[in-house]
Every structure is written in structure tokens, then in C-alpha cells.
């Protein structure tokens, strides 16, 4: 049907990824898109992109592209969710103190605190919570809705528990203070607090 295929379609566990031959302009790979698209609209539709290979295209070209695979097929770009998922990781604040109550430490990435959180204090962070002492505080991991983030604390006691948009609180009875680590992480959609384990 081809003479040649100068775009190719290849799958992954997360999306399709579509490669252009960085050998051919912009106007051949794109009529060539559009051909195999239409060609193919029924087992396109609806399809998740995760990104682009092969030629580097300019951000106007990308926004070009996103819009015919959308309106001709449906497809969705989620590549930059998952960009910008890595961004978040990649950033991480270290705070080597106790936490006080009335603190209200708010970050974009990881927070890793060297001591305790204290009643009456809080910790938001677009990623992960990590506290090398007790968290009694509020604390609020994946707080830009990211149900992977995860919270870990020697001593896991705190008065509120959030990640993403799942919240739980502290329960009313006395709570058994464990002698090894614990991780909070989210788990068909409830939030799920068991001792870490890590594998050796």
C-alpha cells in the first residue's frame, strides 16, 4: 500500500508510539499519518499516544500532530502526563529538623524529613513522603493527584493521611506503635498502611 513506510506504529504497555523517519519533511510524514489513519480509523480509535520517535519535531509540528491523530481517530497524547510524573520525582527537599506544630512545609516534588512531624504540623508534596522519625502531623503525598506516591515513616501515627485525592484519618482507638517502619500507598482505591519490607 506503501511504497514506503516513512510512520510506523509500535505499541507498549502504556500507548503507541508513533516514529517518523527523520529522513523525510514534515509534510511527507504528515500526509502519510493522515493516509494510515484514515485507513485504519476502527482499530486507531480511541488509542492512547505516548510520544513521538524518530524525527525531532518542533512544538508547533507536535501540536499539529496531536490535533489530526485526536480529530481523526480520537487518540490522546499522555506522554506528558507521565513527563511531568517525572519531573515531580525528580525534585526533593531534604529537611533535617523536627517539624513543629503550626509548620506548614508545601513542596512540588519528594519531601524527605531527617526528624519528627509533630502534632499540629503538615507536609504536602506533589511526590513522595519520607520521615526518618515520627509522623504525627497531616501529611499529603501525590497532592496533584498522583495515586502512586507513597508515605513512609519509622513511626506512622499521623492525625491525617492523604495520597492523591484518597483520605484517611487517625482512628479514635489508641494506636499500636510498631517497632519497624510502615508505608502508606494506595491500593484499589483505599489507602493501605503496612509495615515496609524491603526486599533484600
Request: with cysteine; glycine share 8%.
Amino acid at each position: 500500500m506503501y511504497k514506503k513506510n516513512y510512520v510506523v506504529f509500535k505499541g507498549s504497555k502504556d500507548g503507541l508510539f508513533i516514529y517518523l523517519n527523520k529522513n523525510f519533511e514534515f509534510d511527507v510524514l504528515k500526509n502519510q499519518l493522515i493516509a494510515k489513519l484514515d485507513s485504519a480509523k476502527v482499530f486507531f480509535k480511541g488509542a492512547k499516544v505516548k510520544g513521538f520517535k524518530g524525527k525531532k519535531l518542533t512544538d508547533e509540528q507536535q501540536e499539529e500532530i496531536k490535533k489530526i491523530i485526536h480529530s481523526r481517530c480520537g487518540m490522546t497524547m499522555i506522554e506528558n502526563k507521565i513527563e511531568n510524573e517525572k519531573k515531580v520525582f525528580n525534585d526533593t527537599k531534604f529537611i533535617r529538623s523536627t517539624v513543629r506544630s503550626g509548620q506548614r512545609i508545601e513542596e512540588n516534588g519528594n519531601v524527605v524529613v531527617i526528624g519528627d512531624v509533630n502534632p499540629g504540623a503538615e507536609i504536602i508534596a506533589g511526590g513522595n513522603i519520607v520521615v526518618m522519625g515520627s509522623l504525627r502531623g497531616v501529611a499529603h503525598a501525590g497532592s496533584f493527584g498522583n495515586g502512586q506516591a507513597f508515605v513512609v515513616a519509622f513511626n506512622l501515627q499521623p492525625t491525617q493521611l492523604r495520597i492523591g485525592d484518597v483520605i484517611a484519618r487517625a482512628p479514635d482507638s489508641k494506636q499500636i506503635k510498631t517497632n519497624i517502619p510502615e508505608i502508606a500507598t494506595i491500593k484499589d482505591k483505599k489507602l493501605i498502611i503496612e509495615p515496609y519490607l524491603p526486599k533484600k
